[in-house]
Nanobody, 115 residues
Framework: QRQLVESGGGLVQSGGSLRLSCAASGSIFSRYGRAWYRQAPGRERVWVASIARGGATRYADAVKGRFIISRKYNEDTVYLQMNSLKPEDTAVYFC?????????WGQGTQVTVSS
């Protein structure tokens, strides 16, 4: 069964750090890049960061310099290290992969940053 499963969310104070994980099951995912998105209450889902199959990374301006996306190929897990967290980072975080068989999403993990 092909699926993405996020974990690592939680409650953290402003300025703190969290590391999110996105574990993939199904060999299809190893051939593609992966991305993180987030959705704050009452707002649209927005792109946060991406890592290509070859390892190239990109970041949204709002998180550049604070978040780091990385990939552990032997486990096919993608991480999002989030540092210097701000209350405006509060959202449900989703990982996603676009494949030739369609786009897959995880169920999301809640991140709450208190001021």
């Amino acid at each position: 069964q092909r699926q993405l499963v996020e974990s690592g969310g939680g409650l953290v104070q402003s300025g703190g750090s969290l590391r999110l994980s996105c574990a993939a099951s199904g060999s299809i995912f190893s051939r593609y890049g992966r991305a993180w998105y987030r959705q704050a209450p009452g707002r649209e889902r927005v792109w946060v960061a991406s890592i290509a199959r070859g390892g190239a990374t990109r970041y949204a301006d709002a998180v550049k310099g604070r978040f780091i996306i990385s990939r552990k190929y032997n486990e096919d897990t993608v991480y999002l290290q989030m540092n210097s967290l701000k209350p405006e980072d509060t959202a449900v975080y989703f990982c996603s992969t676009e494949t030739n068989a369609g786009t897959y999403w995880g169920q999301g993990t809640q991140v709450t940053v208190s001021s």
